[in-house]
């Protein structure tokens, strides 16, 4: 028979084994286009068990084009690696094209960091730990959270309106980072801003044009065999990143297709993850071993 604590035990290790999800607007997103599952945006949070927590956290934007989400292998997976290392991770389901067009995506991206910090105390996180992972699409919307961001509204009746939405770092795999040719990812431009967007929206949603001094230190991981999203896009933002001084760590590795996510049993490339745990470790956002 099981003890009583034990019991207890077993279903507390339980409660955490299974994420929550919650509305980012609980009364609905501002300019929702109906009430259906792809109108509401929402946060499926997986924090770390409080033995391992420490303290950091990170919002996951999983890819798919903005015409989809990945939210297996660049959601789901990326939580479980996330928590296996003390990290609580909050998988954004954020809406998209072409239904939603900019700026929904990264309003709910905004107002997923907002979530998560007004509620860093709730969470067992730091509030100045708080950084964004994006893949591919979702690279470019971290990217952009990331180069595009205030201090809150201190005047907001809502709570989370009142904290900010810059991150204090940003994970780009794979990342989206130009719309203009001849690197751009089409797709991803057509479900963002449409076939006929405006030149000078398409120019300030390049990303790499929108580095400052404040866009938070960076990693980026890439392939030189991604023919999808070519590595140009990251070697641009890293660049901009270079020019503004603001720490940053690159890596492409020779092989691997686009969308690999870990890279599991894809023999060197597999060990990227390291390199960003080694990255983790430098920024203080990791203790290291």
Wanted: aromatic share 8%; glycine share 10%.
């Amino acid at each position: 028979m099981i003890s009583l604590p034990t019991f207890l035990s077993l279903a507390l290790l339980s409660f955490h084994a299974e994420p929550q999800t919650i509305p980012l607007w609980p009364n609905g997103a501002p300019g929702a286009m109906g009430t259906e599952d792809k109108d509401k945006p929402s946060l499926t949070l997986y924090l770390a068990a409080k033995e391992k927590a420490n303290g950091t956290a990170v919002v996951v934007c999983p890819g798919g084009g903005y015409g989809g989400l990945a939210i297996g292998h660049e959601g789901k997976e990326i939580a479980e690696f996330l928590n296996l290392h003390g990290i609580s991770a909050f998988v954004v389901k954020y809406r998209l094209g072409p239904k939603y067009k900019h700026p929904a995506p990264l309003m709910d991206a905004q107002r997923a960091i907002r979530t998560v910090r007004a509620n860093a105390s709730t969470y067992g996180i730091d509030p100045k730990k708080i950084g964004i992972w994006g893949f591919s699409a979702g690279g470019h919307l971290a990217s952009t959270a990331g180069t595009q961001f205030d201090d809150g509204n201190a005047e907001a009746v809502d709570a989370i309106d009142k904290a900010s939405c810059r991150p204090d770092f940003l994970i780009l795999c794979y990342p989206v980072i130009t719309l203009e040719p001849p690197y751009a990812h089409m797709g991803s431009r057509n479900n963002l801003l449409g076939k006929d967007a405006d030149a000078k929206l398409v120019e300030s949603l390049s990303n790499h044009n929108r580095v400052t001094a404040q866009t938070p230190p960076t990693f980026i991981f890439h392939t030189d065999e991604d023919t999808a999203v070519p590595p140009e896009n990251s070697i641009l933002f890293y660049l901009a990143l270079k020019k503004h001084k603001v720490p940053a760590e690159l890596h492409i590795y020779e092989k691997g297709r686009h969308g690999v996510g870990l890279a599991t049993k894809m023999g060197e490339t597999s060990s990227w993850p390291d390199r960003l745990l080694g990255w983790m470790k430098n920024r203080e956002l990791l203790k290291a071993k």
